[in-house]
């Protein structure tokens, strides 16, 4: 069973257009987060809910809208995305946020043309 | 901002020899974190150390910690060919990070059979 799976793995669209990424863990955690991951493999947090409360909201264009409907699914919405949000975006998850692992899905490559 | 440095960014090594990848990081730390990642795929967690802790081990694998130096270095004892991934360190600050992790840019180590 995939821990934590995000949809889609792929997702190629046009300069100006609005997409979401959806992400759901079954592990039971209360914290989840999404990572951008740039073309030199830099990892960069953006943000991190706790019990559905944001507590970590990096310095990101508000372009980008998290939000959490319940403890196991935290989704990504993107508006008029830009050549520069091309990337590829990692949720993960972890029981509480205090010394604790992250467990990450296998990524969405976002391809804006 | 980016917190681990890791050194060095490329190791390629043959099966049965052992790799040692280190990271350094500026500012005071709760815990530092190794993650591998193999190509298309998302982060594994490896290990986590407390800052109160100097050496852990897992396996194959041995994690030590100097925060008088604020560095640490990951050990993999007799490598196989199905270690080739990347190999991340990530920091969590102290107090009131949430489990921020700050990543660093990686050791990309190739295992040759």
């Known amino acids: 069973d995939t821990a934590v799976s995000q949809t889609p793995k792929y997702l190629v669209t046009q300069m100006g257009n609005d997409k979401s990424i959806k992400c759901e863990q079954n592990?039971?955690?209360?914290?989840m987060y999404w990572y951008k991951q740039d073309s030199k493999k830099f990892l960069k947090i953006m943000f991190s809910?706790?019990?559905?409360?944001?507590?970590i909201n990096e310095t990101v264009p508000n372009r980008f809208s998290p939000k959490s409907p319940d403890k196991a699914h935290l989704n990504l919405h993107i508006n008029s995305l830009e050549l520069g949000d091309s990337a590829v975006y990692f949720c993960?998850?972890?029981?509480?946020?205090?010394?604790?692992?992250?467990?990450f899905g296998d990524g969405t490559r976002l391809s804006i043309l | 901002s980016q917190q681990g440095e890791e050194d060095p960014q490329a190791l390629s090594i043959q099966e049965g020899e052992n790799a040692t990848m280190n990271c350094s990081y500026k500012?005071?730390?709760?815990?530092l974190q190794w993650y591998r990642q193999n190509s298309g795929r998302g982060l594994v967690h490896l290990i986590l150390i407390r800052s109160n802790e100097r050496e852990k081990h897992s396996g194959r694998l041995r994690v030590t910690l100097d925060t008088s130096k604020k560095s640490s270095s990951l050990l993999i004892t007799a490598s196989r060919a199905a270690d080739t991934a990347s190999y991340f360190c990530a920091t969590a600050d102290g107090a009131a990070s949430y489990g921020k992790l700050t990543f660093g840019q990686g050791t990309i180590l190739t295992v040759h059979p």
């Open positions: 592990l039971g955690h209360d914290t």
């Open positions: 500012t005071s730390i709760n815990n």
């Open positions: 809910y706790n019990n559905k409360e944001l507590i």
């Open positions: 993960a998850s972890s029981m509480g946020f205090w010394n604790q692992p992250q467990h």
